[in-house]
């Protein structure tokens, strides 16, 4: 079976700009998490999704979105980039009870 | 509000040796404790975790990791290191609520091993 996939690996851009990161979830599995990891610290929680509703909001600016779509994928979204938002950006799922996370490989994001 | 505290973010053992990854734990509710490893440019894979069962758990690749309510820690622990051990490894807490099991995750410890 497919693990979680994240879309794309890597990406660099410019100061300002907006940027959308992909996830698909293992299949079954209807709740997605994203999650911030800056160098050299542990992930931070962004944003819960389950059933295409949020369920939880971590201490991020309002620059920072997501949605979950009718297939359980998900889409975090940031805007007006900062250089603070260079990070590893990694996504995980879960079952309905999200008692136990399952972590794609992340995307490594650069902003210059 | 749940936090975890990892002693130590650097750990050195030699092949063959006892492998000891310290995690303390904070959280007003009874907790979901988990471990992650993290091999370079890569994401996080589960190796265990306490969910109110058994308070000594084992998990993949040999580890194991015992819940002692009464010290709030969930060290981690292998008894011979393996080169393939070398990552960086993190604790994590998780309690149900209105955030269905956010993460909370300590600052990581990232494990060496010698030849």
């Known amino acids: 079976d497919a693990g979680v996939t994240q879309s794309p690996t890597h990406l660099i851009k410019t100061r300002g700009q907006q940027v959308t990161l992909r996830c698909s979830p293992i299949?079954?599995?209807?709740?997605v998490s994203w999650y911030q990891q800056v160098l050299g610290q542990g992930p931070q929680f962004i944003f819960q999704?389950?059933?295409?509703?949020?369920?939880g909001r971590g201490n991020f600016p309002d620059r920072f979105s997501a949605r979950q779509f009718p297939n359980y994928s998900s889409e975090l979204n940031v805007n007006a980039l900062l250089l603070g938002d260079s990070a590893l950006y990694l996504c995980?799922?879960?079952?309905?009870?999200?008692?136990?996370?399952?972590f794609g490989p992340g995307t490594r994001l650069t902003v210059t | 509000a749940q936090s975890v505290t990892q002693l130590g973010s650097h750990v050195s053992v030699s092949e063959g040796a006892l492998v000891l990854l310290r995690c303390n734990y904070s959280?007003?509710?009874?907790?979901?404790l988990f471990w992650y490893v993290q091999y370079p440019n890569q994401g996080l894979q589960l190796l265990l975790k306490y969910t109110s069962a058994a308070t000594l758990v084992k998990g993949i690749n040999g580890f194991e990791a015992e819940f002692k309510k009464s010290e709030t820690s969930f060290h981690l622990t292998k008894p011979s290191a393996h080169m393939s051990d070398a990552a960086e490894y993190f604790c994590?807490?998780?309690?149900?609520?209105?955030?269905?099991?956010?993460?909370?995750f300590g600052q990581g410890t990232i494990l060496t091993v010698h030849p």
């Open positions: 299949s079954g599995h209807k709740s």
């Open positions: 994590a807490v998780s309690v149900l609520g209105t955030s269905y099991g956010k993460l909370t």
């Open positions: 999704y389950y059933e295409k509703e949020e369920r």
């Open positions: 959280s007003s509710v009874p907790p979901y």
């Open positions: 995980a799922s879960s079952t309905g009870g999200g008692i136990e996370q399952y």
